[in-house]
Structure formats: C-alpha cells, structure tokens
C-alpha cells in the first residue's frame, strides 16, 4: 500500500486520537515495554506523522508497527473507538512494500502457500485433537454433507494448548444437536496471518 492510499484510508481515522491515554493500560505489549512507541496512540502518531510527512519508514517505525498483537483490546478501551488494529495493519502493507518487515513473515507465507497452515504441518492432521475425545468413532465429525461446516483454523488444530476449542465446540454442538461437519484436511488457513503481516495480496483467491 502506498503512501496515497494509507492517506486516504486512514487520515480521518488517526485523527480521531486525541492522545489520552487510556488505552496504555489494556495494551499488553506497552505494559510489557512500557515505551510510548508500543502504545496504541504512540503507534497513531506515528501513522499520522508518516501520512503528513514529518516522519518516514524506517527500522524504528517498522519495530513500533510491528510489535502490535493486533488484539483490538485499545480500540475496546478508546471512547472515539480508533480502530488503531486496522490502522496498523495498513501501515504494515507499507512496510511490506518498502522492504521493511520481519524475515519470519516470509517463513509464515510459504508455509501457508506449501502446506495450508501456519506451522508447516501435514494438513492432513487437522484433526488430531479428536484423538482427545474418548469413546469417538473413527471418522466422526467428517460428514460429506451437513447443515454446518465447522471451520477450526490453524491454531485450534495444531496448537495442543488451543486444541480443547473444538473438542469442546464439537460437544456442544452435539448436545445441541447441530448437524455439522468438519473439513479435515480439505480446510486451509483462512489468510489472516497473512493479512496481519501486511501480505493480503499472497492470499489465493
């Protein structure tokens, strides 16, 4: 994204920051740095400041943007709700363009392009945490039709930590008795990790 487009898009937004603060203490990343440039309206200043030309990408901007979780916690905390998540997600495709980025986004981007996920799994695997589950059938969950497809996502489906997510959506489902199915390995990265990165244009339409 070039410096016109960001102007356009984001101007009218950034300007909404009037600086007060209170989103300090709901960002997770300033309470850990505690530097004003990892605070939300640290990073609306200095989008606001690339777009008015007072202040240029660099290796120090490109640190501030990118050390954003991108949790959407300031915006929940702001009273002009500055959408400081998308603002940041824009500035990022800025840097993308000016060769300004983390090298581990380059990893993450062919991993989804080679094998669909995050973490460089077989995607075949995408169900392993019905392993977890006792007393399943084998197969269970993977129908060829249903009223519901239940789209899991990378990190619920490789992460052991995130992995309780389906198993116990899967239960209420069932309880509730919901006819859904999974898409096993015929699901793919949905392209958010892609779009955080300031990559959207490698997701394949």
Request: hydrophobic share 40%.
């Amino acid at each position: 994204m070039n410096i016109v487009k960001l102007r356009k898009l984001s101007y009218d937004e950034v300007a909404k920051c009037n600086k007060c603060g209170f989103c300090l203490p709901n960002c997770p990343v300033y309470l850990v740095e505690g530097k004003e440039s990892s605070a939300p309206r640290g990073r609306n200043a200095i989008t606001r400041a690339v777009i008015e030309e007072r202040l240029g990408w660099s290796e120090d901007t490109e640190k501030a943007i990118f050390s954003c979780l991108g949790c959407g916690a300031c915006t929940a905390a702001c009273f002009p709700k500055v959408e400081t998540k998308e603002l940041v997600f824009r500035d990022r495709e800025c840097l993308v363009g000016e060769g300004l980025y983390p090298g581990i986004a380059d990893r993450v981007a062919k991993s989804i392009e080679d094998a669909h996920n995050i973490s460089d799994d077989d995607n075949e695997d995408r169900g392993e945490w019905r392993e977890f589950i006792k007393d399943l059938p084998e197969g269970a969950f993977e129908k060829k039709q249903a009223e519901v497809i239940f789209f899991v996502g990378c990190v619920a489906s490789f992460f052991p930590m995130a992995q309780k997510i389906p198993m116990h959506m899967s239960h209420i489902m069932q309880r509730a008795e919901v006819d859904f199915t999974i898409l096993g390995g015929e699901e793919w990265c949905c392209g958010f990790p892609l779009i955080g990165a300031g990559m959207p244009e490698k997701i394949r339409r």
